[in-house]
């Protein structure tokens, strides 16, 4: 063997996982490297670059179908990478729903990749690709339902534009995982803080430019689950509509909880003056879809 050789085995890059490797976070598979993060809804796309220091610059976003903005904007977006990586948020085409008794059997996961219908029965359905999370102290789960030509059709695309998916995700649906992930770390501090008092009842909202997937919660159980996309723009109207039922449902002192794809969104302020006295609180931190698209 060469000096040559035992230098290329011996190096960083050596113990770094491979670009494509999506059990390893996105920082360790793109370590010192610029890459892109990209929101897809149906009639507009917005984007952010993440440099080789780990800071978002170069923002923008256009109205239009992804096919004409990645011809458009493709050769622009290879040339704020280093490698052409990407992480995706897609914004339609996906459907998520609060379920009841699905299997919690070892290996799930795995079983849910390759036979969805092992795991879900009946409401399996060809060409979907599904994510879950089960409440560890209930019977309920929340099911995401992703077209798998969607996903696709986005990676052919961006792949002729000379961009490759190092991850594939649906924004909104991230976006109520961290929601639940939050409020159960209030709850297991206020079982310690005050033993025995009780939690609540909790409305959680993610939006994520139009789509909005709104779950209310009462102490341990999942209670309701609504979840649309391109429901709205600049006018929220349509959104108040479909998260006002559940607050109402939800009982007096609800306390909403509201995560947003960016800081500064309209919605929280909206509630408050349609519930005057609501606990209402918003808790997004700037570039919160970009972070979670590459920070785990």
């Known amino acids: 063997m060469k000096l040559k050789d035992i230098k290329d085995v011996l190096s960083f890059r050596a113990f770094r996982p491979e670009p494509d490797d999506s059990t390893a976070p996105w920082s360790r598979r793109f370590t010192r490297e610029s890459t892109l993060a990209l929101n897809i809804g149906r009639r ?16 923008g976003s256009m109205e239009g179908e992804f096919k004409d903005i990645v011809a458009q904007m ?16 897609l914004n339609h085409r996906f459907v998520i729903t609060l379920e009841v008794n699905l ?3 070892a290996g799930l996961e795995e079983q849910l990749r390759t036979n969805p219908k092992a795991v879900l029965g009946a409401k399996a359905e060809r060409g979907k690709k599904y994510n879950l999370l089960h409440n560890p102290e209930s019977n309920t789960s929340v099911l995401l339902s992703c077209d798998e030509e969607a996903i696709n059709k986005t990676i052919a695309m961006m792949k002729e534009a ?5 991850r594939v995700a649906v924004g909104v649906y991230g976006v109520m ?5 939050q409020v159960s770390e209030a709850r297991r501090a206020r079982a310690v803080s005050n033993p025995g008092e009780p939690f609540g009842s909790v409305v ?15 102490e341990e159980q999942w209670a309701e689950l609504r979840s649309r996309t391109d429901l709205y723009t600049d006018d929220m109207t349509p959104a108040l509509d479909i998260i006002l039922p559940l607050i109402q449902n939800a009982g007096p002192n609800t306390n ?19 519930l005057p006295g609501a606990l209402v609180s918003d808790v997004t931190a700037p570039a919160q879809l970009w972070k979670l698209l590459t920070d785990s």
């Open 103 to 105: 299997s919690r059997r």
């Open 256 to 274: 909403v909880v509201i995560m947003n794809d960016e800081a500064g969104c309209a919605l929280p302020e909206l509630l408050r003056q349609r």
């Open 162 to 166: 000379g961009l490759h998916a190092g």
């Open 204 to 218: 959680m909202v993610a939006c994520n430019e139009g789509s909005v997937c709104v779950l209310s919660q009462r």
């Open 74 to 89: 493709g050769p622009e977006w290879r040339a704020m990478t280093d490698n052409g990586w990407c992480s995706v948020s």
């Open 177 to 181: 995982l961290d929601l639940i992930e």
């Open 44 to 59: 507009r796309v917005s984007w952010t670059a993440l440099d080789k220091r780990g800071e978002f610059r170069d923002a």
